[in-house]
């Protein structure tokens, strides 16, 4: 009798679990259309699950453990009891002992969520009905294993142990901590990049149709619904805060807030109690919630879109946002007009005329290409070449190509911005413009690939480029040298025994996915190489990106900083870099600090 009531229960469940889901759907449906490919999204949805989730949530065996214990032993257990509609299934022995092993498991799985909490919350982790949900998650299980088990008395109080427990599970799939659990598997399935579950890089931003009657996101609704769908998916574990650089330095933005924000914008009903965005205390005038420093904050460095274990697109949202503020307010702060000014009337950032690009390469007599000609590899300097540091990587790079007997050349004064800054600031018009110039100006010339020391212009024209026709082979310098290395093309002598560690730039480890090219190179420079805590994919910003450096919002520490106390950790006598951006900021860095040095240089000086 117990028995049969406790299935039951769990159909009642069932039944409002899909009521709980048209409710948040209604939700969800007031975001903007997305094309959805759901027939391949729900087939794919087990991997994504078990295998993309699970890559991320393993990084803290802990926490793997617990999710494992909970959600597997729940959904077993409960899946047991729905099949146990059927009479001769509900009648056997056997099946009643699956059951409670299966809720014994998301017993000892309830145990560790609550143990994450106590007897101190952890900062990174939010309170309010997250601290209840471990008794509703006991009370569940435990309720189904007692009446799993024993029949009379005991079975009752565990059919209301079961009841009760359920209950405040179900009604908490709308505004409480279970509303992950539905909308992240159907997250899963309707991602808004579902590339990124390929194995490749998909970090490219998506372009956005500058001919319509509002730019960028200024309401909730502007949102695609798959996205208000994704905010839902967030379990606020924290990692994303942890791993957050502008977090890190104090300045107001904590991406979980962000998150949480949204979510109170999309449901009208702020119930977030975790660590706010620092500094900010009253909630702001964007959306109802945000306010424009929280989003100017962003190196957009993906920190914590590699650490959340939902996949969830915190830059993205950002952007949209950013877009909406720069395209129909102007509304860009500290220095970041000025430089979308000049990209505007000079076509770079720092407003020079373009000639003076090639400056830093006086007296090294490089070819030119004009239209019409051929080469094998065109070098693309950036804007980086008009600032005397990075023209100091350039020429060792160039002395590395000449001593590798290559074919290549440059666009001298007809080299343009790529257009990385205006697309970070929220200037997709100012993007899209230089795109539609560079394009044309690449294919009026020949050539076999296009080679560059900037990881952010690698990244506008390998992933950001091909959406408006531009398809080219684009390969950073540090790939092309560790090539020639491995070849033989040019060669090193015995490495030396100086203590070097490299800072991996977010727009090559992240965004690209090439972190092993630089440390092959490390490997023929030194015996002894060392990481810093945070290291490839998990790098920690130097605080270049995103637009920051101009700007210039203000925290408690600056990001730089805290990337050269991580380096003076490792007791490193240099810092080895790959990135014009990270060279500028890390030699910043004032007080003793280890020699910033890009790796083009380490291997021209072990060359000479």
């Not at 949805?45 to 793997?64: E, F, M, Q, S």
């Not at 149709?209 to 606020?236: H, K, S, V, Y």
Request: a positive charge; one cysteine or more.
């Amino acid at each position: 009798m117990e028995g049969s009531a406790l299935v039951l229960l769990s159909w009642l469940m069932l039944a409002g679990l899909a009521i709980q889901t048209a409710r948040l759907a209604t939700i969800w449906r007031r975001g903007a259309p997305a094309p959805v490919d759901w027939r391949t999204g729900l087939l794919a949805l087990p991997r994504r699950y078990l295998v993309d989730v699970h890559a991320i949530v393993g990084r803290n065996p802990a926490a793997a453990r617990m999710h494992q214990a909970i959600a597997g032993g729940l959904l077993a257990g409960t899946a047991l009891l729905l099949l146990g509609a059927i009479p001769w299934l509900r009648s056997s022995s056997l099946y009643w002992l699956l059951v409670a092993l299966a809720f014994a498991v998301a017993l000892a799985g309830a145990a560790l969520v609550r143990r994450r909490r106590t007897p101190i919350r952890p900062p990174t982790l939010s309170g309010g009905a997250f601290l209840t949900l471990p008794l509703h998650l006991a009370a569940y299980a435990t309720g189904c294993l007692l009446t799993a088990l024993f029949g009379g008395l005991i079975g009752w109080i565990g059919l209301f142990l079961a009841a009760f427990g359920g209950i405040n599970l179900i009604a908490g799939l709308t505004t409480g901590p279970m509303r992950h659990a539905i909308a992240g598997a159907l997250h899963l399935a309707a991602h808004p990049r579902p590339d990124r579950f390929s194995g490749a890089p998909a970090s490219a931003l998506a372009p956005i149709d500058l001919t319509a009657p509002r730019l960028g996101i200024a309401t909730i609704e502007d949102f695609a619904w798959n996205r208000l769908l994704g905010f839902d998916a967030c379990i606020q574990c924290g990692r994303c805060e942890a791993a957050c650089p502008a977090f890190a330095a104090g300045q107001p933005l904590n991406p979980k807030a962000l998150i949480q924000d949204l979510c109170a914008a999309s449901h009208h009903q702020p119930t977030y109690t975790g660590s706010p965005h620092p500094g900010i205390t009253m909630r702001g005038p964007i959306l109802g919630t945000l306010h424009p420093e929280t989003l100017w904050s962003c190196t957009t460095c993906r920190a914590c879109v590699a650490a959340c274990p939902m996949m969830i697109e915190h830059v993205d949202a950002i952007i949209d946002l950013r877009r909406h503020l720069t395209l129909e307010h102007g509304a860009a702060p500290g220095k970041a007009d000025a430089s979308l000014a000049a990209l505007r009337y000079t076509d770079n950032t720092t407003g020079r005329a373009p000639d003076q690009r090639l400056d830093v390469l006086a007296g090294l007599n490089i070819r030119t290409i004009a239209p019409g000609e051929s080469v094998d590899t065109l070098l693309w300097l950036g804007d980086g070449a008009f600032d005397r540091r990075y023209g100091e990587t350039l020429r060792a790079l160039i002395a590395i190509l000449r001593a590798a007997d290559l074919d290549f050349a440059i666009l001298g004064p007809a080299e343009r911005d790529c257009g990385d800054l205006a697309r970070r600031l929220g200037d997709e018009a100012g993007f899209a413009r230089l795109a539609q110039a560079n394009i044309p100006q690449l294919n009026d010339i020949s050539f076999q690939r296009i080679v560059t020391a900037d990881p952010h212009a690698l990244h506008v024209l390998r992933q950001e480029y091909p959406a408006f026709g531009g398809h080219y082979t684009i390969i950073h310098h540090t790939a092309l040298i560790a090539d020639l290395l491995a070849a033989g093309t040019i060669t090193l002598p015995a490495p030396a025994t100086t203590t070097i560690t490299y800072h991996d730039p977010c727009y090559l480890a992240r965004y690209n996915g090439e972190t092993e090219a630089p440390r092959r190179i490390l490997a023929r420079l030194t015996t002894k190489p060392v990481e810093m805590a945070r290291n490839g994919t998990n790098g920690f910003c130097c605080g270049g990106g995103g637009g920051a450096p101009v700007t210039d919002i203000q925290g408690k520490h600056r990001i730089p900083d805290l990337r050269m106390d991580q380096a003076r950790a490792t007791n490193a006598t240099i810092v080895a870099v790959a990135c014009p951006g990270c060279t500028a900021m890390l030699e910043g860095v004032i007080g003793p600090r280890p020699l910033i040095r890009d790796l083009a240089q380490l291997v021209h000086a072990a060359m000479s």
